[in-house]
Antibody, heavy 120, light 110 residues
């Protein structure tokens, strides 16, 4: 079974750093792009970017370029999303998802989500 | 940048057919994907490449795409279909190719 398992919920203060993870199993982790998607409370889905674990090639949405960093460790089939200085507006659910190997880029499956709360 | 427009809400009685639209400029030239997100859960792919269904998704879910509108059709609607539904495309135009989501449609089963 293809599966993505994300790290647990985080509560942080503004200005702190954070790295959340997404571990893949049941498929060749290095052969599929991994996407990150933000969902702010009560809002819709926003695409943040994608990373190819095979060579760590990354593509960021312009809205998130410079705000977050995507990385991957293919030796442990894990992708990461990190912030160097969190803001209250980063409070959201963050999902990772495997991207299809075709040029049309659908997402399946999704991780269960990591809830990030930033509050003083 | 490319914009996808969905109605905020659609309501339908059990057993009836729900149609959720996704509008975009010449969207018929793109491949459209649909996701179901039940409350408190992660999104699930229900239709990809306009009209294909992943394994495990009931035949009641179907999709079409032409001109400026893509449509997700749910036949014989059940209470368990109540969820938010999002359309998505890959926009390869412009300087920043990337994924675009519609704003989402809340399906209410009356």
């Amino acid at each position: 079974e293809v599966q993505l398992v994300q790290s647990g919920a985080e509560v942080k203060q503004p200005g702190e750093s954070l790295k959340i993870s997404c571990q893949g199993s049941g498929y060749s982790f290095t052969s599929y792009w991994i996407a990150w998607v933000r969902q702010m409370p009560g809002k819709g889905l926003e695409w943040m970017g994608i990373i190819y674990p095979g060579d760590s090639d990354t593509r960021y949405s312009p809205s998130f370029q410079g705000q977050v960093t995507m990385s991957a460790d293919k030796s442990i089939s894990t992708a990461y999303l990190q912030w160097s200085s969190l803001k209250a507006s980063d409070t959201a659910m963050y999902y990772c998802a495997r991207t299809s190997s075709t040029s049309s880029h659908w997402f399946d499956p999704w991780g269960q989500g990591t809830l990030v709360t930033v509050s003083s | 940048s490319y914009v996808l427009t969905q109605p905020p809400s659609v309501s339908v009685a059990p057993g009836q057919t729900a149609r959720i639209t996704c509008g975009g400029n010449n969207i018929g030239s793109k491949s459209v994907h649909w996701y179901q997100q039940r409350p408190g859960q992660a999104p699930v792919l229900v239709v990809y490449d306009d009209s294909d269904r992943p394994s495990g998704i009931p035949e009641r879910f179907s999709g079409s795409n032409s001109g400026n509108t893509a449509t997700l059709t749910i036949s014989r609607v059940e209470a368990g279909d109540e969820a938010d539904y999002y359309c998505q495309v890959w926009d390869s135009s412009g300087d920043h190719p990337g994924v675009v989501f519609g704003g989402g449609t809340k399906l209410t089963v009356l």
